[in-house]
């Protein structure tokens, strides 16, 4: 264990804070959050990852990301098919 990670583990017991918070899910939490933010993988590369196998492991889906990914796609097929949005539009409220 480096020293930067032990440090981080010592600060979070100090804090009394649960032994599953560590640095590694600091990283999980940020990529989500750029995910949230629409960041595209050469942002996130930016500010952290180093390789696109990177944001692989750290990012992960958020409820939001997939409520906005579906409304899109379903807002899509609706143009296609020429329906009505009234699904797409309740999905949000």
């Known amino acids: 264990m480096s020293p930067f ?3 981080v583990a010592e600060i979070r017991d100090a804090a009394g804070l649960q032994k ?5 899910s600091f990283r999980h939490g940020d990529f989500a959050a750029g995910g949230d933010a629409d960041l595209s993988d050469a942002d996130l590369n930016a500010v952290g ?4 196998a990177t944001l692989d492991i750290y990012r992960k889906g958020t409820m939001e990301q997939r ?3 579906l409304t899109r ?3 899509e097929r ?3 098919a020429h329906l009505s949005t009234w699904t797409t539009r309740n999905l949000s409220a």
């Open 5 to 7: 990670i032990r440090r």
């Open 20 to 24: 599953k918070i560590t640095f590694r």
């Open 49 to 52: 990852a180093k390789t696109d």
């Open 67 to 69: 409520r906005r990914a």
């Open 73 to 75: 796609l379903l807002d």
């Open 78 to 80: 609706s143009k296609r």
